[in-house]
């Protein structure tokens, strides 16, 4: 079969659904030795340069124009239909909700989570409007439908009661990188890189309102007056509605207590993670939550919410708390520092379980939904 994946959606610094994206690719480069693909990506992201696999055809976009959301839909309903005309095309992927209504070949489209319909107030009003209309059209015109977890899958039918069998839940994976047996040295450099200097308590992930970041400043403000020396390392890049997490940290007086780091390599962020002493996620809502994932497989103790995904990922590997309960929220921080047999418990199983994801079993979970449209 010849299959379409469109990429364009990823941006160049990867995070979510762009990680799975560029490891998904990666895997079938490897794995597929039967389907020919056609990569669509834009011309300002290089993350697929390592493609030499001769049935792997890479087709590079303008991105001065189609990194705009108002030339999204030329890109999508008339340039990607040609091409699936031009080269044959079987299978369109599309990997992140928009997708091409009317076009030669079937139509896979992956829904990661409704939060668009479920936290509207989170999101820049025109994503709203743009991805609520394709949510609904791939009810109608999408031959698969892939989540990224039950919780996404039954968010997905609760709101659009189609055929049960129509929708397919692929778990994401992390990378062997991430692990229990990090690099003493390379932790000791990344730290000093980000500027960290002790003991510290870690979040990884877009600085945004649905991530809930301001409950876990104010958790960590409580905190930081029983433990005078730990620190609160945000990472991850500004995404929106961001101002009133910096004005809290301020406002808290948390400015020489806090680090902000920014975007963080993928090459920096296992051992960003393995210096950690313990991890907190502490989101309103995921479809997946590929940082508490990564945090497990490096075996650091995590805090994360009781809701959404969140506890198919972590099972009984970390400590779920209620998110909107601040107080809830630092006394497992607090559990966390003072409880050395609980510590250890969560270390032990936190590795057990990130075991069982892996990116190859996304890739062939992933081949067998093409092979199925066959």
Same mark, same amino acid.
């Given at each position: 079969?010849?299959?379409?994946?469109?990429?364009?959606?990823?941006?160049?610094?990867?995070?979510?659904?762009?990680?799975?994206? &560029?490891?998904?690719?990666?895997?079938?480069?490897?794995?597929?030795?039967?389907?020919?693909?056609?990569?669509?990506?834009?011309?300002?992201?290089?993350?697929?340069?390592?493609?030499?696999?001769?049935?792997?055809?890479?087709?590079?976009?303008?991105?001065?124009?189609?990194?705009?959301?108002?030339?999204?839909?030329?890109?999508?309903?008339?340039?990607?239909?040609?091409?699936?005309?031009?080269?044959?095309?079987?299978?369109?992927?599309?990997?992140?909700?928009?997708?091409?209504?009317?076009?030669?070949?079937?139509?896979?489209?992956?829904?990661?989570?409704?939060?668009?319909?479920?936290?509207?107030?989170?999101?820049?009003?025109?994503?709203?409007?743009?991805?609520?209309?394709?949510?609904?059209?791939?009810?109608?015109?999408?031959?698969?439908?892939?989540?990224?977890?039950?919780?996404?899958?039954?968010?997905?039918?609760?709101?659009?009661?189609?055929?049960?069998?129509?929708?397919?839940?692929?778990?994401?994976?992390?990378?062997?990188?991430?692990?229990?047996?990090?690099?003493?040295?390379?932790?000791?450099?990344?730290?000093?890189?980000?500027?960290?200097?002790?003991?510290?308590?870690?979040?990884?992930?877009?600085?945004?309102?649905?991530?809930?970041?301001?409950? &876990?400043?104010?958790?960590?403000?409580?905190?930081?007056?029983?433990?005078?020396?730990?620190?609160?390392?945000?990472?991850?890049?500004?995404?929106?509605?961001?101002?009133?997490?910096?004005?809290?940290?301020?406002?808290?007086?948390?400015?020489?207590?806090?680090?902000?780091?920014?975007?963080?390599?993928?090459?920096?962020?296992?051992?960003?993670?393995?210096?950690?002493?313990?991890?907190?996620?502490?989101?309103?809502?995921?479809?997946?939550?590929?940082?508490?994932?990564?945090?497990?497989?490096?075996?650091?103790?995590?805090?994360?919410?009781?809701?959404?995904?969140?506890?198919?990922?972590?099972?009984?590997?970390?400590? &779920?708390?209620?998110?909107?309960?601040?107080?809830?929220?630092?006394?497992?921080?607090?559990?966390?520092?003072?409880?050395?047999? &609980?510590?250890?418990?969560?270390?032990?199983?936190?590795?057990?379980?990130?075991?069982?994801?892996?990116?190859?079993?996304?890739?062939?979970?992933?081949?067998?939904?093409?092979?199925?449209?066959?």
């Amino acid at each position: 079969m010849n299959i379409l994946i469109d990429f364009t959606q990823i941006p160049v610094q990867k995070c979510g659904i762009g990680v799975y994206a &560029l490891n998904l690719i990666s895997c079938l480069c490897k794995q597929d030795t039967k389907n020919t693909y056609y990569i669509l990506v834009q011309d300002d992201d290089n993350s697929l340069d390592f493609i030499s696999n001769p049935r792997f055809h890479k087709i590079k976009v303008n991105s001065k124009l189609f990194r705009k959301i108002i030339f999204m839909p030329l890109l999508e309903q008339f340039i990607i239909p040609y091409l699936a005309l031009k080269h044959k095309i079987d299978v369109i992927h599309s990997l992140h909700y928009s997708f091409p209504l009317l076009s030669v070949g079937r139509k896979v489209v992956l829904i990661p989570d409704m939060t668009f319909f479920k936290f509207p107030q989170y999101h820049l009003f025109l994503k709203v409007l743009y991805f609520r209309f394709f949510t609904f059209m791939a009810s109608f015109f999408a031959d698969k439908i892939v989540t990224i977890s039950e919780s996404s899958k039954r968010d997905f039918l609760e709101k659009f009661p189609v055929d049960k069998d129509m929708v397919k839940v692929v778990y994401l994976g992390k990378d062997s990188s991430f692990n229990g047996n990090l690099d003493k040295n390379r932790i000791e450099e990344v730290k000093t890189k980000y500027g960290i200097e002790n003991e510290y308590v870690l979040y990884i992930g877009t600085i945004e309102p649905r991530k809930n970041i301001t409950s &876990l400043i104010r958790a960590f403000s409580s905190f930081a007056n029983v433990n005078k020396n730990c620190q609160l390392v945000i990472a991850g890049k500004k995404g929106w509605h961001y101002n009133s997490i910096f004005s809290l940290v301020n406002k808290l007086s948390l400015s020489e207590r806090i680090i902000f780091t920014g975007f963080v390599l993928e090459e920096d962020k296992p051992f960003l993670i393995g210096g950690a002493k313990i991890f907190v996620y502490p989101s309103f809502y995921e479809g997946f939550g590929i940082p508490v994932l990564e945090s497990l497989a490096c075996g650091i103790p995590t805090i994360t919410s009781n809701i959404s995904s969140l506890p198919e990922v972590t099972a009984d590997a970390a400590l &779920l708390i209620d998110p909107v309960d601040v107080d809830g929220l630092y006394k497992g921080i607090k559990r966390l520092f003072d409880d050395d047999i &609980l510590y250890a418990h969560l270390k032990e199983k936190s590795l057990k379980q990130a075991e069982k994801f892996n990116w190859d079993k996304t890739a062939q979970e992933t081949v067998n939904i093409y092979n199925s449209l066959a």
